[in-house]
C-alpha cells in the first residue's frame, strides 16, 4: 500500500534520472567501485581460506614431520659449548630405530611411516624420465590422505619383506602407460626392476604448498617400501668398504679446497618420519615427548626439527582472516565514499531544482511526495550502482584468477552484503537531501 501511495513520486525520481543520464552515472561511480572492491576482496580472502584448508587438508590431520638438520648442539648450552658438544658427541641421525622408539613409547601416537627419499631415472623400453624414489611404509598414503586411482598400496608382508613393488604417480602413469593399465607391469630405476601394484590419484597442488611441512606433489613420484629401498637401493646408515675406498681417494685428490666427500654425504638414514597423533588437543604434548626422546637418543645434539604442519596453517589461517578482515573495511571505506558522493550530488541538484520542488508543493505535492521523490532518486541510483558494481566485482575475481594466478571464490554472502550496504548507503545519504527539499518553503521556491 505504501509503495502504491508513493509509486507516482517514484516514477518522477526516476524519470529524473533518465533525464540527467550523465550527472547519475558519475553519482554512481562511486558505490560501482565500492561493491566491486568489497566483491573481489572478499573473493580473495575466500580463495586464500579455502587453499589453507586444502593444503591442512593435504598434511594430514593431526601430523607432525621430523626431519633431520645440522647439529646445533643441546638447547641448554652456550654457542661456544655447543662447539665443544658438536665435537665430542656423536648422533646417527634420524633411523628406523628412531621410528620404532616412538612407535614403542609414546601412547598418543595413532600410525607413522619413514621417508627415504633418492633422485632417479625411471626407464621402459629406453624410454627415459627423473622421478622422485620414495620408500615409505602402507601408512604414508592415510596420513596424507592419498588415495588412488587403480590398483591397490603395497601390503605389509611385501613391506617387511623389501620386495621390489612399488606404487607410482599420474605424471609417471601418463608418460609411460598412456594408453594402457600399468598393474601388473614392470618400470627399472637404477639397476632394479620394481612391479606396478597402484597409480595415485591426481592431486591438485599448488605452489604455495611448502615442502616442509610435508606437502609436494605425488604426481612424479615412484613409492615403494622403506625396506625395499635400504635393500635393494642405499642405506646411508651403512658404511660400505667401496665407498671408504673413494672417499679416500677424493680427499687426496682435493688440494684447493677443504671440502670432502664425507662433506657432501647425508648422514641420515631416513629424510623424515611422519606421524599422525589421535587427537588434535595432544599434538603439542606429543610433539614435546618426541622431541625429548629423539635427543636422548642423538646424545642431546639438536640435530632434528620436529614441526607441526597443521598448527602452522592455522595459524596463517588467522593471519589471513586479520589481513581479509583489513581488506574488507578498505573496500568497505569505498562505499562510504560513494555515499557522500551520492549526498553531495543530491544537495546540489535540490539547489538547481528548487522551482521544481516549488511547483510540486503548490500543486498539492505534500512533504513526504517531496522526499519520497530525492530518496527514490538516491537509492535507485544506488541500487543501480550496486547491480553493476556485482557484476564488476565477479569479472575482476575471475581476472584476478586468470591472471596473476590467485585463487578466488565469489560467495552468495558477499554479494547480498556488498549489495545491501549499497542500498542501506543510498537510503541513507539520501535522506538528508530529501529532507531538505522537503523543508524549501514553497513561496519561495518559486521565486528563486
Same mark, same amino acid.
Given at each position: ?6 509509486? /507516482? ?19 554512481? *561511480?562511486?558505490? =560501482? ?39 646445533? !648442539? ?22 628406523? *630405530?628412531?621410528?620404532?622408539? +616412538?612407535? @614403542? ?17 625411471? =626407464? ?9 624414489? @620414495? ?6 598414503? $592415510? ?7 587403480? !590398483?591397490?598400496?603395497?601390503? /605389509? ?28 607391469? /614392470? ?14 590419484? %591426481? ?25 625395499? =629401498? ?20 677424493? %680427499?687426496?685428490?682435493? #688440494? ?5 666427500? $664425507? ?15 589421535? @587427537?588434535? #588437543? ?15 637418543? /642423538? ?5 632434528? @626439527?620436529?614441526?607441526?604442519?597443521? *598448527? ?9 582472516? &586479520? ?6 573495511? &578498505? ?10 558522493? +551520492?549526498?553531495?550530488?543530491? *544537495? ?6 528548487? %522551482?521544481?520542488?516549488?511547483? %510540486? ?22 541500487? $543501480?550502482?550496486?547491480?553493476? !558494481? &556485482? ?8 581476472? =584476478? ?12 554472502? $558477499? ?28 513561496? #519561495?521556491?518559486?521565486?528563486?
Amino acid at each position: 500500500m505504501i509503495f502504491k501511495k508513493y509509486f /507516482h513520486d517514484i516514477v518522477i525520481g526516476f524519470e529524473a534520472i533518465i533525464d540527467n543520464k550523465l550527472k547519475s552515472i558519475l553519482t554512481a *561511480l562511486g558505490i =560501482i567501485f565500492g561493491v566491486a572492491a568489497v566483491i573481489s576482496m572478499l573473493a580473495i580472502g575466500n580463495g586464500a581460506e579455502q587453499e589453507i584448508l586444502e593444503q591442512i587438508k593435504m598434511v594430514g590431520v593431526n601430523n607432525i614431520i621430523i626431519t633431520p638438520t645440522e647439529i646445533t !648442539g643441546s638447547e641448554n648450552t652456550s654457542d661456544s659449548q655447543n662447539e665443544k658438544a658438536g665435537a665430542k658427541k656423536f648422533s646417527r641421525g634420524l633411523t628406523l *630405530l628412531d621410528l620404532q622408539a +616412538i612407535q @614403542e613409547v609414546v601412547p598418543t601416537v595413532n600410525m607413522l611411516s619413514p621417508v627415504i627419499s633418492y633422485n632417479y631415472s625411471a =626407464i621402459i623400453d629406453g624410454k627415459s624420465k627423473p622421478v622422485v624414489l @620414495e620408500g615409505v611404509n602402507t601408512n604414508y598414503f $592415510s596420513l596424507f590422505n592419498i588415495s588412488l586411482q587403480s !590398483g591397490e598400496v603395497f601390503n /605389509h608382508l611385501q613391506s617387511e619383506a623389501g620386495l621390489p613393488v612399488c606404487v607410482i604417480g599420474d605424471n609417471i602413469k601418463t608418460v609411460f602407460f598412456n594408453q594402457e593399465n600399468p598393474i601388473g607391469k /614392470h618400470i627399472k630405476c637404477g639397476q632394479i626392476w620394481l612391479k606396478i601394484v597402484g597409480v595415485v590419484e %591426481r592431486r591438485d597442488f599448488t605452489a604455495s604448498a611448502s615442502d616442509e611441512m610435508g606437502i609436494s606433489s605425488s604426481d612424479n613420484k615412484i613409492f615403494i617400501p622403506a625396506q625395499t =629401498i635400504l635393500m635393494r637401493f642405499k642405506n646411508r646408515a651403512l658404511i660400505r668398504a667401496d665407498e671408504v675406498e673413494r672417499s679416500s681417494a677424493r %680427499r687426496r685428490m682435493v #688440494e684447493t679446497t677443504t671440502k670432502t666427500a $664425507s662433506d657432501d654425504k647425508n648422514p641420515n638414514q631416513l629424510d623424515k618420519i611422519i606421524l599422525q597423533v589421535k @587427537e588434535t #588437543e595432544q599434538l603439542g604434548s606429543t610433539a614435546n615427548i618426541v622431541k625429548r626422546i629423539l635427543l636422548r637418543r /642423538h646424545s642431546g645434539l639438536y640435530d632434528f @626439527e620436529v614441526t607441526i604442519p597443521e *598448527l602452522l596453517l592455522k595459524q596463517q589461517q588467522r593471519t589471513k582472516k &586479520i589481513f581479509n578482515i583489513v581488506l574488507g573495511a &578498505i573496500a568497505g571505506i569505498s562505499l562510504i565514499v560513494g555515499g557522500i558522493g +551520492i549526498m553531495n550530488i543530491m *544537495l546540489a541538484s535540490v539547489m538547481e531544482r528548487i %522551482r521544481e520542488i516549488g511547483t %510540486r508543493q503548490a500543486i498539492g505535492a505534500s512533504r513526504k511526495d517531496i522526499v519520497a521523490q530525492f530518496l527514490a532518486e538516491s537509492t535507485l541510483i544506488s541500487i $543501480s550502482g550496486g547491480i553493476i !558494481g &556485482i557484476i564488476l566485482g565477479v569479472a575482476l575475481s575471475k581476472i =584476478i584468477t586468470a591472471v596473476f594466478d590467485i585463487k578466488t571464490i565469489v560467495s552468495f554472502f $558477499s554479494i547480498f552484503i556488498a549489495f545491501g550496504v549499497s542500498a542501506l548507503v543510498g537510503i541513507m545519504f539520501g535522506y538528508m537531501p530529501a529532507k531538505r527539499a522537503a523543508d524549501k518553503d514553497p513561496v #519561495e521556491s518559486l521565486r528563486a
